[in-house]
Structures are given as structure tokens and as C-alpha cells.
């Protein structure tokens, strides 16, 4: 168990999975629960915070592959394309891209770390974007080993699987087909650099506690208060992104 203190240097935690998975959700839950300890919490929004050439990124998605923009919601869907456009020419282009978000990873933990926060939250990491590749491929592998060498882990990496139909309609974006496609790569990517925390597809209440729990087990949180607020969060950015052993939580949590 990792202990906090007012002299330690923040622990971090990053949440993943594919989009409707609840990522957001879980860290609101879990920020407003470690209210309770007094933490002051950075949280850091991969896309916002972490992600480089963002808008010639977006801009090709809708320009080139005519994908809508926005987020959809289940009154609103949307059709995007961006990751899920598989080729080889845009594999090269994302291997560019994520390496420079790799470096920009790297430098947001150094940041991160020598902040006056107790515990740094990643919404979504440089893993979300490694699960748009196709592994299967060796070199594609290689390189995923050699990126995860260059990033330090967070002390827990949440994976939230989730069943895919059940996702998009809670965030209709993209095709369901490539939703299946982008969970079995998590699953590979875990098997590949190993480390993640697996939470089983469950209800909402039922995964709360079960990051609660293992977050609880992972990082001890007994620590004073140093601000008149019980919580501090912290969000940077213009907007509003270890090789811990693997652990599976199953929906028959306390």
C-alpha cells in the first residue's frame, strides 16, 4: 500500500476504456467520495490537457472522413470518424502523433508530481490511444513496449470494460462493431504491458465501490486536511487528460 502524506509527492490515477464505458462518471464519484479525506485533487483531461495538434486532428476527422462533430448523447447521436478509420497510412500518422503525445504524457506526470495536490487524476491515458492500433501486428507490439518504457505508470490504471451495446447507447458516437473491435484491444493491450485494473461491466453504484475499494487498498488516504475545504479539485488546461498487478472487480462487490 502507497501511503499520502503532506510531503509525499501525488499519487496518480488514470481511467480508461471505450467511449460510454463511464469513465466520467467514476471520477466525479470517486473525486466526491475522497472528499471525506480532505484531498486536493488535479485532474488532468487527456484531450484538453495532454493531447497535442488537437485541432488539425478534429479537423481531419470531420474535413476528410466527414465525421460529425460534438458529442452524442442518446437524444442526439452522432456518426465520428477518427480512430475508427483504419488504414495504413492513418496507422502511421496516429504512431507520429501518439509518440508526441507520449512526450507530452511524460512532461504533464513531471508537472503533476511537483504540484502541492495529493493525488493526480488522468481522464483517460496515453493507454486509450495505444488501444486504436492494431495489435496483432509485431512491430505495432514493439512499439507499444517501447512507448510504455518512455511514460511513467499512474500508481492505479483503471480499465473500465463495459459491453459495448450498452455503451453506445449511453454515448451513441460510433458503430458498434468498431466498439467491440476497441474493447477486445484493451483486453490485448492489458495481456501486452499488463498492470491494469480490470473493472467488470456492472451497474454504476456496484462499480463505485469497487474503485473505491481497491483505490482504498492501493493508497492509503489518512492524511490532514491543509486547505479550510474538504476537497480541492483542480482542473488545468483551457477547457473546462506503476506496474501494479492486474485486479478484476466482479459485480459481487460489498
Known amino acids: 500500500m502507497s501511503t499520502l502524506n503532506k510531503n509525499s509527492p501525488p499519487k496518480c490515477i488514470s481511467f480508461s476504456g471505450i467511449d460510454g464505458a463511464g469513465k466520467s462518471t467514476q471520477i466525479e464519484a ?133 459491453d459495448p451495446i450498452q455503451a453506445r447507447a449511453r454515448k451513441p458516437e460510433y458503430p458498434i462493431e468498431f466498439l467491440h473491435v476497441n474493447r477486445h484491444s484493451y483486453r490485448v493491450l492489458n495481456e501486452l504491458i499488463g498492470g491494469m485494473t480490470v473493472i467488470a461491466p456492472m451497474s454504476i453504484r456496484a462499480a463505485e465501490h469497487a474503485i473505491l475499494r481497491h483505490t482504498k487498498k492501493e493508497i492509503s488516504f489518512s492524511i490532514p486536511p491543509r486547505t479550510s475545504q474538504s476537497l480541492v479539485v483542480r482542473e488545468i488546461g483551457s477547457k473546462s487528460a506503476g506496474g501494479n498487478e492486474p485486479f478484476t472487480a466482479h459485480p459481487n462487490v460489498d
Open 30 to 162: 470517486l473525486c466526491a467520495r475522497l472528499k471525506e479525506d480532505g484531498l486536493q485533487i488535479l485532474l488532468i483531461v487527456f484531450w484538453d490537457d495532454v493531447a497535442r495538434l488537437t485541432k488539425i486532428r478534429e479537423a481531419t476527422g470531420h474535413h476528410i472522413f466527414k465525421g460529425e462533430k460534438g458529442v452524442g448523447t442518446p437524444l442526439s447521436p452522432i456518426n465520428r470518424r477518427d480512430k475508427n478509420v483504419r488504414s495504413w497510412f492513418m496507422t502511421s500518422v496516429r504512431l507520429f502523433l501518439y509518440t508526441i503525445d507520449a512526450i507530452s504524457v511524460r512532461k504533464a506526470i513531471d508537472r503533476a508530481l511537483r504540484s502541492e495536490v495529493d493525488l493526480v487524476i488522468f481522464d483517460r491515458f496515453i493507454y486509450d490511444e495505444l488501444a486504436n492500433l492494431t495489435l496483432s501486428n509485431p512491430a505495432i507490439r514493439l512499439y507499444v513496449r517501447l512507448i510504455m518504457k518512455f511514460v511513467p505508470r499512474p500508481q492505479i490504471s483503471f480499465f473500465l470494460d463495459a
